[in-house]
């Protein structure tokens, strides 16, 4: 019977197994062989750093753990239900994640809020109890006792490998030692009810430079990374089947699937099986979907504390929902924090946020730049009205912070006819609009935005009637 392999996070030149990303959703049970490489890369950007490591924002630590808990879930199904997972022990990586706890300290202008952050670690997502210990080698032993199913494998391929942590576990068998201290750096978990194997293998170098061949400025995989992939995976099912031959029961022929051998109570069962694995899909696409839907609500609360990029999309989707078309703009040009514009005019904004500071009169001068520019292009036939967005005194409670602009910005914004808005203020009818459809209030923003000089205030948010407890009222 062929063999099924996946790689998850791993590439090998050849095209007859399956592979998926870590960031995938990837079932294994459709897998006979799972080869696992544990490296959350694909997560590291241009974040913030904590104690000299990467720290990751809110929504991507919720993906990170996210990802990190489905695998170490699907690993260990996988291996409970007789499943061979082979995983190379890649660099240990520490990241900083996000845990949804805030805490704050200060009072009055001197009051901030702190996001709490923990380590995490891409070994979180295999499931055994073990400790993991960074640690570089390339000298490596097989073990004297319990790896006679590497004795062809080993010396073939030992060359790719070099170890990058140490472990400690008596959970798992050793299989591979380092030659001077004997410490373990490949291990094994078996299940002999079922020939279930959980392979932990040193770190596996299948980028080499003989590899890779330079084709059209392109890498490209050449012969003899296509001949090592054929071997490998070879051997890999040759330990599969070595493994299996010491469990206690002989793996059922491929006959004995046929339905002239099937139980009733094996046919009920499976179709159970079959239901709530349905079940569970429709749910994690249901809960994936909402994910993507909250984290696009909450990105307007990105008006109360943010700078940067992040606010700009924050406003972006305020102006949107007060009927204006707004987005960026950018060309070799010219580069707008935001365009926005409906029938009542076009407007050109800056946004600046400032930590536990006003915003000063720096940006107006940017903003005036940015006018200047913009009418300058063809398709432009007026000035536009210059806003600046300001979340000044951005980390402080929104209900205790004083005036968001400086008064020298005050008064030169009056003089230049520009409109200064406060995002803070910009959330309060952001969030009425998103949650209700009021085209007389969004007119009023729109018009307040056109007209305003200095500082802009919106228009309060309309009263919502209270809500009748239907059920109360029936039970006087």
Request: proline residues 4%; negative net charge; charged residues 25%.
């Amino acid at each position: 019977m062929t063999k099924k392999i996946l790689a998850v996070g791993l590439e090998l030149a050849n095209d007859e197994i399956g592979t998926a990303e870590f960031t995938s959703k990837t079932s294994l049970l459709d897998w006979d062989i799972i080869l696992f490489r544990p490296s959350i890369s694909s997560f590291y950007g241009h974040y913030d750093t904590y104690n000299g490591k990467q720290c990751l924002n809110d929504d991507d630590s919720f993906s990170l753990k996210e990802h990190c808990d489905h695998w170490r879930r699907e690993i260990k199904q996988a291996f409970d239900i007789g499943k061979t997972v082979v995983i190379f022990l890649s660099d240990k990586e520490e990241i900083y994640v996000a845990t949804g706890e805030r805490k704050a300290s200060g009072t009055g202008r001197n009051k901030s809020i702190t996001r709490i952050v923990s380590l995490y670690y891409n070994y979180n997502c295999i499931p055994v109890n073990a400790k993991f210990t960074t640690s570089n080698g390339n000298s490596m032993i097989l073990a004297a006792r319990g790896a006679e199913f590497l004795s062809n494998f080993w010396p073939s391929f030992s060359d790719h490998f070099s170890y990058k942590v140490i472990i400690e576990s008596e959970q798992l068998s050793s299989l591979i030692q380092t030659k001077s201290g004997n410490k373990m750096v490949g291990a094994f978990a078996h299940n002999k009810s079922n020939g279930g194997s959980l392979i932990l293998l040193p770190d596996i170098d299948i980028y080499a430079d003989n590899f890779l061949d330079i084709v059209d400025e392109v890498e490209v995989w050449n012969n003899d990374a296509k001949i090592f992939a054929l071997n490998i995976i070879k051997s890999f099912v040759e330990i599969d089947k070595a493994t299996r031959a010491d469990s206690d029961v002989t793996p059922p022929p491929t006959w004995c699937s046929s339905p002239s051998y099937e139980l009733e109570q094996e046919i009920i069962i499976r179709n159970e099986i079959s239901h709530i694995s349905n079940e569970i899909y429709i749910l994690e696409t249901k809960r994936d979907s909402l994910h993507s839907e909250m984290i696009k609500t909450i990105s307007l609360k990105n008006l109360l504390f943010e700078k940067g990029p992040p606010l700009e999309l924050a406003i972006i989707i305020a102006l949107r929902l007060m009927g204006f078309k707004a987005e960026n703009y950018r060309d070799p040009q010219s580069e707008f924090d935001v365009v926005f514009e409906s029938d009542e005019g076009r407007l050109i904004g800056e946004a600046e946020g400032k930590d536990k500071k006003p915003i000063n009169v720096d940006k107006l001068r940017q903003l005036s730049m940015n006018l200047a520019e913009d009418v300058q292009r063809e398709s432009v036939d007026s000035m536009a009205k210059g806003v600046l967005f300001g979340n000044g005194f951005r980390l402080e409670d929104p209900s205790k912070r004083e005036t968001g602009f400086t008064n020298k910005c005050i008064s030169v914004a009056e003089q230049m006819g520009i409109a200064l808005v406060q995002t803070d203020k910009l959330f309060q009818s952001a969030k009425y609009l998103e949650s209700k459809s009021d085209t007389q209030y969004a007119k009023l923003c729109r018009e307040s935005l056109i007209k305003g000089i200095g500082i802009v205030n919106l228009p309060p948010v309309p009263e919502c009637p209270p809500t009748i407890n239907a059920t109360t009222i029936a039970g006087d």
